[in-house]
């Protein structure tokens, strides 16, 4: 490759990887962001993630770090056009859409010094995609990677271990050329089209999931396999807790036998109980432990991604043209984490992804330039557990409990057992909406030795952001009322047992059942700059800029945005809450 020359005209640093690069070079899933980080200064600080495949470009490329620029801050455009998101960001503004890298003319990481360039604390990435032309080019590819097809590792061979089972399919085509309608119009020379499609289904290796599981004795209340091991696993009942000889110290009766009797059963904690499922492994420990496995593909799930793109450009005449892109894609993670067969196990993603964008160029002289920029850019995603939907009432629940339960987002309660490994429900469902606006009106003018750039940049976003966790409760259970014989005993080795029994007792140590309420932001951006590069002499240039940036406060649309508290203010049923309080308090006494 040629050695790139000096740049003298200009103070904006960056780097250009072009189309070449971006279609020939490897990337993982065939992203061409992946491409970014071969630029120096751009680092990835999430560890083990995957931030170069487009299905993790909405948030993960926000975990990197852009020539020391904080995370999130850097601005994404595709043809001069955003190309964000802001409700799926693990920080600032996230990726929108990976356009596939067959269509890529060139894209650029810029750091400008440069009034037209903002909303951004350092670094822009910009995608340009290809235009068509008088003649038909396409691509198509296709890619199959089965198990048969890969070589089981060294050390799973030696230890007897065969391959995981996994899939990998990707394939996509891309399309460009003249617009051509038969018999009605033909577009040599004025009207083109640009045209890309990827595609993929992929299911991760599975590896073996070895967690610790009530046993189906303990099902039944029965812990005296556990109590043969030694008195430390003793289960105490909470029921005989009286006042111990010490003062301030109390104790509780063991359960003979270590067996707790049916009749004790909390209807819902056994309800609760038979969502676990019932050991499968013998060589797990004496004592019971990691006594459960699950080879359950559904660990890591399925997921697939689908990517269409499309862009036509018209010559109007030689002083106008029209450029319009549409895109969609739509990624579909799961459901994954189940391991087993269960509501209360597993969860599932489905984030769609809608894009549009039309260009107007003008040429009003031959030293002055106008071009309005218009882009929209929708997206719509969430998580959706295995659970959602799910009656409590099922459960033990009485009507009247779920009914005050949030109609919204009713699923399984999140269960927490000590010594037990997996939690029940313990994913939340959720929604992430966005709808971002931009216009960015821009003139360009050549002035002997100035090249002035002014114009204005508007932007709206809105974001509906929805986390609706613990609707159903989120219960804890652990030794604190089933050890013994006194209230500050030591537990049972990591709690075995004593945390199950709390749960059939129903008896646990901590709860709380939220009332999530989702949130409306609308926000707005405008800017104004004047831009003159200005060429003093043929080794001095100026970059001379000045812009003006608006960025007003969020507003959500249903005035629930809290800024402040005032603790003078004084409730309608105050009055009223204190004289129940009161009279409860002297009908206690």
């Known amino acids: 490759a040629a050695v790139p020359v000096l740049d003298t005209a200009s103070a904006n640093l960056g780097q250009v990887i072009d189309s070449r690069s971006a279609a020939e070079l490897p990337t993982l899933d065939g992203s061409p962001f992946s491409l970014v980080y071969l630029s120096p200064g751009i680092i990835y600080t999430y560890p083990g993630g995957q931030p170069d495949t487009p299905q993790n470009q909405e948030n993960a490329i926000t975990q990197s770090n852009f020539y020391g620029t904080p995370r999130g801050s850097t601005e994404f455009t595709i043809d001069g056009v955003p190309n964000t998101q802001n409700s799926f960001a693990d920080y600032g503004s996230g990726v929108l859409d990976s356009p596939p890298g067959d269509i890529v003319q060139e894209f650029k990481l810029e750091t400008p010094f440069d009034a037209s360039a903002g909303h951004t604390t350092g670094t822009i990435v910009n995608f340009a995609l290809k235009g068509g032309t008088n003649v038909l080019h396409g691509t198509f590819y296709a890619i199959d990677r089965e198990p048969s097809m890969v070589a089981n590792n060294w050390f799973s061979n030696r230890a007897g271990v065969p391959q995981g089972h996994f899939l990998y399919h990707r394939w996509g085509a891309t399309a460009t050329g003249p617009v051509v309608i038969p018999k009605l119009y033909h577009g040599r020379n004025r ?103 699950s080879f359950s593909p559904g660990i890591s799930g399925p997921r697939s991604y689908y990517n269409y793109i499309a862009r036509v450009d018209h010559n109007i005449s030689e002083k106008q043209r029209l450029t319009a892109r549409i895109a969609t894609n739509l990624r579909k993670d799961g459901p994954y984490r189940v391991y087993w067969n269960d509501p209360a196990s597993g969860l599932s993603w489905n984030g769609p992804a809608k894009q549009a964008a039309l260009d107007y160029l003008l040429v009003l002289s031959p030293t002055l330039i106008f071009d309005i920029r ?33 109609s919204t987002g009713a699923y399984f309660p999140t269960i927490h057992v000590t010594a037990v490994g997996v939690t029940l429900a313990g994913e939340s469902p959720n929604v992430y909406d966005s709808l971002n606006q931009s216009l960015i009106l821009s003139f360009s003018k050549t002035a002997g030795v100035h090249n002035l750039k002014f114009g204005a940049d508007i932007r709206g976003y809105q974001d509906n952001v929805f986390a609706n966790t613990y609707a159903s409760g989120n219960f804890t259970f652990d030794t604190t009322y089933t050890r013994g014989p006194l209230d500050n005993s030591t537990s049972a080795p990591s709690g075995l047992g004593q945390g199950v029994a709390a749960l059939l007792l129903g008896i646990p140590t901590s709860g709380y059942i939220n009332r999530n309420a989702n949130q409306a932001l609308t926000s707005q951006y405008e800017a104004l700059y004047f831009q003159d590069n200005w060429r003093v002499t043929g080794k001095l240039t100026l970059d001379l800029g000045l812009r003006w940036e608006h960025e007003p406060p969020e507003t959500e649309r249903y005035n629930r945005a809290v800024n402040g508290f005032d603790p003078t203010a004084t409730l309608t049923v105050t009055n009223q809450a204190l004289a129940n309080y009161t009279a409860d308090r002297k009908s206690v006494v």
């Open 191 to 293: 009207t083109f089209f640009t045209f890309g499609y990827e595609g993929s289904k992929t299911l991760g290796a599975v590896s073996p999931y070895i967690q610790t599981m009530p046993t189906a004795a303990e099902h039944q209340g029965d812990f005296s396999a556990l109590l043969k091991l030694g008195s430390q696993y003793q289960i105490y009942d909470p029921a005989t807790i009286h006042p111990y000889t010490t003062a301030g110290r109390f104790t509780s009766n063991p359960f003979p036998g270590n067996i707790i009797p049916v009749s004790r059963f909390d209807p819902i904690g056994a309800a609760l109980l038979s969502h676990y499922p019932i050991p499968n492994l013998t060589t797990g420990g004496v004592d019971g432990t990691n006594n459960w496995g």
């Open 374 to 406: 218009y882009g929209l850019n929708r997206y719509q995603g969430g998580h959706v557990t295995q659970a959602f939907g799910y009656n409590a009432t099922n459960l033990g629940y009485s009507p009247a409990v779920a009914a005050q339960l949030d």
